[in-house]
C-alpha cells in the first residue's frame, strides 16, 4: 500500500531559528497539503498546492510559512523563524482526482515540532 | 461557514460493547464528502471512509459502520463488539473545496 512519509519524525529547534519539515506525496498523487494539530487540538489546514502553487492558505499560513515542491518527488513546509506556538504536529496529505480513490487525503504520520 | 461538530469529547466502553461516535455537520454546499479518521495513540492518521453527498447508503465494513443521514446532517459511526485496539482518538472530516475542516475529535477508550 503505497504511502506518505514525512521526516524528521520530530524536530527540535530554538525560536527564530528556521526549520523545514520534509514529505514525500504518495507517488501519482498531483494535489498536496499540510495541516498541523496542536496537542490535544484539532487538526487544522494549513496549505493544499498543486500544479507548483498554492491553491489555498489558511489565516495560519502567514508570510513565516512557505510550501515548495523542489524536485518530482519532496514537497517541504519551511518555516522562516519559528515561535513558541509553532509547537505541534505537522501533517503532510496528498490525493488524487482519479477514481476509486478520489479527494481521499492520506496522511503521513507527521512530524512533531517542539520549538524552545 | 462549514463546520463538524463531535460532541462528545471522551467515550470509555468495556471491550464487546458497541459504541457510536457522533458527528454533525454544516455545509451549504449541495455536493461535499464527509470522512472518518482515526488517530491512534502512536499519533498518524489513519483513513477509514469517505461518503459523497448523494450517496444515503449506510455502509458496514467488518465491525465497522456508518450512518449518513443527511436530513439531519449526521454521520455517525458504530463500532461493534469493541476491541482494545480501537482505543484512538476519532476524527469526522468535511471537505470544503479541497480541504479538509476536522472536528474535535472524540477519545474512544477500550478497556478489557
Known amino acids: 500500500e503505497p504511502e506518505v512519509t514525512q521526516t524528521p519524525s520530530h524536530q527540535v529547534t530554538q525560536m527564530g531559528q528556521e526549520v523545514i519539515l520534509r514529505c514525500v506525496p504518495i507517488?501519482?498523487?498531483?494535489?498536496f497539503y499540510w495541516y498541523r494539530q496542536i496537542l490535544g487540538q484539532k487538526v487544522e489546514f494549513l496549505v493544499s498546492?498543486?500544479?507548483?502553487?498554492?491553491?489555498?492558505k489558511s489565516e495560519i499560513f502567514d508570510d513565516q510559512f512557505s510550501v515548495e515542491r523542489p524536485d518530482g518527488s519532496n514537497f517541504t513546509l519551511k518555516i522562516r523563524s519559528t515561535k513558541l506556538e509553532d509547537s505541534a504536529m505537522y501533517f503532510c496529505?496528498?490525493?488524487?482526482?482519479?477514481?476509486?480513490?478520489?479527494?481521499?487525503?492520506?496522511f503521513g504520520a507527521g512530524t512533531r515540532l517542539s520549538v524552545l | 461557514a462549514q463546520k463538524v461538530t463531535q460532541a462528545q469529547t471522551e467515550i470509555s466502553v468495556v471491550e464487546k460493547e458497541d459504541v457510536t461516535l457522533d458527528c454533525v455537520y454544516e455545509?451549504?454546499?449541495?455536493?461535499?464528502?464527509l470522512f472518518w479518521y482515526k488517530q491512534p495513540p502512536s499519533g498518524e492518521l489513519v483513513f477509514l471512509i469517505r461518503?459523497?453527498?448523494?450517496?444515503?447508503q449506510n455502509e458496514i465494513s467488518g465491525r465497522y459502520s456508518w450512518n449518513f443521514q443527511k436530513s439531519t446532517s449526521s454521520f455517525n459511526f458504530t463500532i461493534t463488539a469493541s476491541q482494545v485496539v480501537d482505543s484512538a482518538v476519532y476524527f469526522c472530516?468535511?471537505?470544503?473545496?479541497?480541504?479538509?475542516?476536522f472536528g474535535q475529535g472524540t477519545e474512544l477508550s477500550v478497556k478489557p
Open positions: 496529505a496528498s490525493s488524487t482526482r482519479d477514481p476509486p480513490r478520489k479527494n481521499i487525503q492520506y
Open positions: 507517488s501519482n498523487h498531483l494535489y
Open positions: 498546492f498543486y500544479n507548483n502553487e498554492i491553491s489555498e
Open positions: 455545509t451549504r454546499d449541495t455536493t461535499y464528502y
Open positions: 461518503r459523497n453527498s448523494f450517496d444515503e
Open positions: 472530516a468535511l471537505s470544503e473545496g479541497g480541504k479538509l475542516i
